[in-house]
């Protein structure tokens, strides 16, 4: 049972990159599923949240408009479309399984993002 995030790297300011989580081992379509990223000194944030159905989504206020957490339960993958990327995004991105009736989660390992000139 894992999380396999990919799809970092290192980005300039305004660009772009998509994120992927991979689940093996369980189905992802039991699950609301997230994303978090943690910066270097700071505490771990969410950024974004969608339903096991993909249904609902939100999102941090500092990545609204930007961002687009979206899910294909059929490849078992969620995905985060990271757009107008800027310096104060650079952080180590996780995505979390949360299940929906027993709660326990399941995090991934993380994929590191920088955004620099």
């Known amino acids: 049972v894992q999380l396999l995030e990919s799809g970092g790297g290192l980005v300039q300011p305004g660009g772009s990159l998509r994120l992927s989580c991979a689940a093996s081992?369980?189905?992802?379509?039991?699950?609301?599923m997230s994303w978090y990223r943690q910066a270097p000194g700071k505490e771990r944030e969410l950024v974004a949240v969608?339903?096991?159905?993909?249904?609902?989504?939100d999102y941090a206020d500092s990545v609204k408009g930007r961002f687009t957490i979206s899910r294909d339960n059929a490849k078992n993958t969620v995905y985060l479309q990271m757009n107008s990327l800027k310096p104060e995004d650079t952080a180590v991105y996780y995505c979390k399984a949360k299940e929906v009736v027993q709660k326990y989660d399941i995090w991934g390992q993380g994929t590191q993002v920088t955004v620099s000139s």
């Open positions: 081992g369980f189905t992802l379509s039991r699950y609301t």
């Open positions: 969608i339903t096991s159905d993909g249904g609902s989504t």
